[in-house]
Structures are given as C-alpha cells and as structure tokens.
C-alpha cells in the first residue's frame, strides 16, 4: 500500500513518514501543495493524507484538482480546523475524511486502515432492463412478471447482455464468455443461439431489447 503525504511541516511530516512505515506502508512524502499536487496526480496512490494549510496551493486546491482531474484516490484530509464549515467543504469537494490537528497517531493509523479496508460494494444480483429482470443469484429471468423457460446457455447469454446493456458485443466476445471458445466464423452458434433468445425474451412482447448490429454483433437496450 503507498501512500502520500503532502504537509509542510517538516516536523510533522517526518513523524508520519515514520509511524506509517512502521505500520507497513510505503509512504512518499510532499512539502507543499504544489508538488503534492503533481504527484499524486502521476502516481496511483492508495491513499493521500493532505494538510489544509500549504505553501503553493492549498489542501482545498489539492484536492478539487485531484477530482476535476478525474483521481478518485482516497483523500484523508488533515486541519487545524475544526468548523462544520470546513468539514463540510472538505466532503463537498471530495474528501474521504477528516481529522483535526493534534490527533493521536493511533487514530490516524486507524482511521487509514479503516479507509483501506472498505471494498466496493458487491456486483448486483438483479439486472433490470425495462420490463426485464434477471436474478444472477437464482439464475431466473422475468419479463413483464413472467418467468422465462431459458436453458443454461440462454440465460448465460442473456446475462451477458443484460451486464453490458448498451454495449454492442461481438459474436467472438459472446462466443467466448459464453461458451468459453474461440470464435470460428464457420460456425453460427452465435446467431443460432441469439435467435432462440429472442423468441423467448422479445417474440412474444411489443417491445423489443435484443438487437442485431450489423456487421458488429448485438446489443441489449430498451427501445
Ligand atoms: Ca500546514
């Protein structure tokens, strides 16, 4: 795990340099918000804790950059201050958290694991598409309510499509997530097995989602 510290007292960013090393990170070290800036900008840090008040641009600058330049590294904001008003800021402008100045190493320490911890959250189990629903868990599709009578591979292609709504997947990407082979244009497995879908999930409603591109493959989106 690598993390930045961007802060200008040298003090303090010693003593942070050295405490995180010790608890196994690999820490990097900026004294102003400038080159901090910069720096977390090029590398892919797990985490960045940033101090409010810095020479260059300040904490608050660092991190609306980070944003607008499109980082979502997580960002541990540290301040003296300690109004609502700054804190609300800080989250406004995308901190993870806060922690005022003086704070105990060990809660800093704590709150950086904390931070590194947390997972994004599980996939969907449900997929829903206009009327269309698939349950990925129990491995059941409904449209309009009603249950689709899909074989194995029927429903693995559907869910397929239905992951990468919107996406025009070719017959070589179906054909290998699906039936875990390599795409041989003698065979039609592809087109065979799209046109039994759809007498089972478009044919007998009104509005269609399984959708031919030409030339390119297929697509699953509402009308
Ligand atoms: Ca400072």
Redesign the pocket.
Known sequence: MRLLVI???VK?AKFLKKGLGEAGFVVDVAHNGLDGFEFAKEVAFDLVIL?????GLD?WEVLSGLRQAGKTTQVLV?T?RDSVHERVRGFELGADDYLVKPFAFSELLARVRSRLRRIPAPPQNVVRMADLEIDLLRQRATRAGQRLELTTKEFLLLSLLARRAGEVLSRTVIAEAVWDMNFDSETNVVDVSVRRLRSKVDDPFASKLIHTVRGSGYVLEAE
């Open positions: 802060e200008d007292e303090t101090d409010i008040m810095l020479p904490g540290l003296a």
